[in-house]
């Protein structure tokens, strides 16, 4: 595939998207979307695969939204942008059938603040910095994702205050899950990744799936698909000869 503002690679079933625009900060915008959207559905469609890293390097993560090409969008333009770009791949990260995670070094701000809590883990360096700046540019924030993550009051003080926070905030708020030394971040991440390449593939996409599905659910209804998925799982061929195998240790 040829792509221009990212990279994609894969390596020992693991899938590695790069944003790759350092010299402007690694902005989204509508070709980011959309070649971020094309390296999504490759690495979904890719048995090999079972996990996702999204990174963007050593000095930056990803510092929001392209303004200077925001700033040409027309009004019709808008609701095409947000909807089919920003939220259509932000909701096939969250939804994708692996985990996901987020490598982030330098700045997460904004959209790029809302790329990382897309992902289920967030392993971050200690130059990461983290804010969402929406309100003091005129918008609005991402918030259904960051207030199941860190609370709904913690949420609502990052995004109305804009503050930026560091690493070690984020880590004590739950917003980051380990925090590694700049030239250990991929190495980190991809050992995190690595712990998934050896699991039961049908086990391992369809738990990841449960942690989706159930937040929306109430409890009876939870717990209803949570036993039908251990039904479905324990009568398979694959669950059959793992505990076998278990068994003659």
């Given at each position: 595939m040829e792509l221009e503002c990212l990279k994609y690679d894969k390596k020992d079933g693991v899938a590695t998207i790069t944003l790759n625009r350092p010299e402007k900060r690694n902005p989204l915008s509508p070709q980011v979307f959309k070649e971020m959207a094309i390296c999504l559905d490759t690495a979904s469609d890719d048995a090999e695969?079972?996990?996702l890293i999204i990174?963007?390097?050593e000095k930056v993560f990803c510092a929001g939204m392209d303004i200077a090409e925001m700033m040409e969008f027309a009004p019709e333009d808008t609701y095409t942008f947000w909807n089919s770009g920003y939220n259509v791949t932000f909701e096939k990260i969250y939804n994708?059938?692996?985990p996901t995670i987020a490598a982030v070094s330098g700045y997460a701000l904004a959209g790029g603040f809302d790329l990382a809590v897309c992902c289920d883990f967030r392993i971050a360096s200690e130059t990461a910095r983290f804010a969402q700046l929406e309100v003091n540019v005129g918008l609005s924030p991402g918030i259904d994702r960051l207030w199941r993550l860190v609370g709904l009051s913690r949420a609502k003080y990052l995004g109305l205050t804009c503050d930026m926070i560091d690493v070690q905030e984020a880590y004590r708020i739950?917003?980051?899950d380990?925090?590694?030394k700049v030239e250990e971040l991929m190495s980190e991440t991809e050992a995190l990744a690595a712990k998934f390449t050896g699991k039961p593939r049908e086990a391992l996409e369809k738990a990841k799936q449960s942690y989706v599905?159930?937040?929306n659910m109430d409890h009876k209804a939870a717990i209803t698909w949570e036993t039908l998925l251990l039904c479905r799982l324990f009568d398979t061929e694959e669950r059959k000869q793992i505990m076998e195998r278990f068994l003659k240790r």
């Open positions: 695969v079972a996990a990174t963007g390097g994708f059938r692996v739950g917003l980051v380990k925090v590694v599905n159930v937040v």
